[in-house]
């Protein structure tokens, strides 16, 4: 129970660091903050593009029945290309479509994250 109830003792200080920052730093907040919106937002959009290249670039390997991914093109391609970023499909125990875009998004907004807080460093 003491590791337990020291690491949330350390959660409650960086809370409170973090509020700190917050209220000391709003607008380097708010930037970092409309950044990752930015870009997480643009991913989502972008998802099926950035899947669609990857797939037809070769980097996804091959769908669950052996076609490879580089050998589709339109929908197909989209869609398997998506599914093969989400883990699978949803019959083969993956996320599927919706997991795949979800990855894209999160990787794009961790970016957008990632930037706008280096940003924030550099500048402090």
């Known amino acids: 129970m003491g590791i337990f109830t020291d690491f949330l003792t350390d959660v409650a200080y960086l809370a409170e660091d ?4 917050v209220i000391d730093n709003p607008i380097k907040v708010t930037a970092v903050v409309a950044t990752t919106v930015a870009t997480g937002g643009l991913s ?6 950035i899947a669609a290249a990857a797939g037809g670039a070769g980097l996804l390997g091959a769908t669950s ?4 991914i580089s050998g589709l093109s339109g929908a197909a391609l989209t869609s398997a290309s998506l599914a093969a970023l989400g883990g699978g ?4 125990g993956g ?30």
Request: charged share 5%; aromatic share 2%; no cysteine.
């Open 95 to 124: 996320a599927g479509v919706a997991g795949g875009t979800a990855a894209i998004t999160a990787a794009g907004a961790v970016t957008g994250a990632v930037a706008s807080g280096v940003g924030v460093a550099v500048t402090k």
């Open 89 to 92: 499909t949803i019959a083969a």
């Open 44 to 49: 989502l959009v972008a998802a099926p593009a």
């Open 18 to 21: 973090v509020v700190d920052f």
């Open 65 to 68: 029945t052996g076609v490879a």
